[in-house]
Each structure stands twice: as structure tokens, then as C-alpha cells.
């Protein structure tokens, strides 16, 4: 059988597990990360610069990306053409125009301690 072990970012199979199956459902669901989607576009300073501004967080979420500028984004671009870059946390609209370190580390924290119930 095949155990998981978590190394840094990295999952690793063990051959050999003892942790009954309950438990190992309680680790992956302690280890899933919220997904952080960046509406953005091509060309775009301001998703440039929050990209670089998200990198000390980057551990703590999935970052999905959605360029607006694609024809199966065309209700991501009408609502937010004039607004990007645009921040969703698991669906949930954070922030607008540029990275608030604050509210960012506060959603997160907030997800991260709902994770623990």
C-alpha cells in the first residue's frame, strides 16, 4: 500500500502505511489550499506587479489565472474590463486594482483556521 507523506511542497508515496483510512482522509483535507484567481490580460502592468506581490504567499494558495481577453472569458471581461487586476478566493470576491498584503494575509488566515474545524 501506498502512504502519503508530505515534504515541504512535495507529496511522496511511502510503500508501506499504518495510518487507517480515516486519518489519511483527515490529512489531504488539512492540506487543501484555497484557489486565488487573477482576472487579468495581456498586456498588463498592474497583474505583473500583483503577481510579484503574491509570490511570499504563494505557498498558501492555488493561483489560477483568467485572461479576460479570451472569448470564453467574454463575462469576466464585461464585468471587470476597466478593474483588473481582479482577486476571487474560491469563488468569493476579494480585491480589486492592486494587492492589499493586509486583506490578502486576512483571508487567508481566515480560510486556514475554518480548514482546522
Not at 479576460?68 to 480585491?95: A, C, T
Amino acid at each position: 500500500r501506498a502512504c502519503p507523506v508530505g515534504l515541504g511542497k512535495m507529496l511522496v508515496l511511502r510503500s508501506s502505511c499504518r495510518h487507517p483510512p480515516l486519518q489519511l482522509l483527515r490529512w489531504f483535507s488539512s492540506k487543501m489550499l484555497p484557489t486565488l484567481t487573477l482576472f487579468t490580460k495581456d498586456p498588463c502592468p498592474l497583474c505583473d506587479e500583483a503577481k510579484e506581490l503574491l509570490q511570499p504567499f504563494k505557498h498558501r494558495f492555488v493561483l489560477q489565472l483568467v485572461d479576460i481577453s479570451l472569448p470564453e472569458n467574454r463575462l469576466w471581461f464585461d464585468r471587470y474590463k476597466w478593474d483588473i487586476p481582479v482577486f476571487h478566493l474560491n469563488g468569493q470576491f476579494v480585491m480589486k486594482h492592486k494587492v492589499d498584503i493586509t486583506l490578502l494575509n486576512r483571508v487567508l488566515r481566515d480560510f486556514e483556521k475554518q480548514q482546522m474545524l
